[in-house]
């Protein structure tokens, strides 16, 4: 297991989580895009081992989920599922995205024709993310 520390833009706060099979993620759904103005990229984490210190503020942004971010600067913390209080941390807080590889892409269907991430990484429509969270694989 490997400890990774990292922070948001100005310093306020300060995430610790340990992690024994790095991987980055990126998700282009309406909603991310929108909070960061393009993919989303979070780091796995195991969960339970995050350490958040400073001040942070949350959105819900859905039913089921909330967004943190630091309420100095504005830096995207994580992505949250409400039910399992999982949160999906923001790869950039970490130096080099936690040295993690790019394994996944959720809402690959609607990535914006403006970029497009390369390699050989699995891409998910939209039906199939869905799908994939919800556990109704069709």
Not at 97 to 118: H, K, R, T
Request: charged share 20%.
């Amino acid at each position: 297991m490997t400890e990774i520390k990292g922070q948001c833009l100005c310093g306020a706060v300060n995430v610790t989580a340990q992690t024994d099979d790095p991987k980055l993620r990126a998700c282009h759904c309406d909603m991310c895009r929108q909070h960061t103005s393009g993919a989303f990229f979070s780091i796995k984490t195991v969960p339970g081992s995050e350490i958040v210190e400073g001040p942070v503020q949350t959105y819900r942004s859905s039913e089921w989920a909330e967004r943190g971010f630091c309420p100095t600067c504005g830096s995207t913390l994580w992505y949250g599922t409400v039910a399992d209080k999982a949160r999906n941390f923001a790869a950039g807080l970490f130096p080099n995205a936690g040295g993690a590889p790019l394994v996944i892409e959720f809402f690959a269907d609607q990535c914006p024709q403006g970029y497009a991430l390369s390699g050989t990484h699995k891409k998910l429509t939209a039906d199939e993310t869905i799908a994939l969270f919800t556990g109704n694989d069709a």
